[in-house]
């Protein structure tokens, strides 16, 4: 896993918690808090759709797929 992608956390982490938290983002939202600068492309929504989110262990990585 590139390190640019991930976040080291000292200590274990809850994965069960985490998925359960993950499932709010199931659903449509607007992700416009996270884009760097909407006002450039004004016409594009932000507006996605979630249709499915998990949060699994993959050795020593927990991962959002």
């Known amino acids: 896993m590139s ?4 976040y080291r956390v000292a200590g274990g982490l809850d994965v069960a918690a985490m998925n359960q938290a993950c499932q709010t983002l199931v659903g449509k939202h ?5 884009a760097s600068d909407v006002s450039a ?24 797929i």
């Not at 607007?30 to 996270?34: E, N, P, Q």
């Open 30 to 34: 607007d992700f416009a808090s996270f």
């Open 41 to 64: 492309e004004l016409e594009k929504s932000t507006i996605r759709e979630v249709y499915r989110a998990k949060v699994v262990r993959d050795g020593d990585n927990v991962v959002l």
């Open 3 to 6: 390190s640019r992608f991930a």
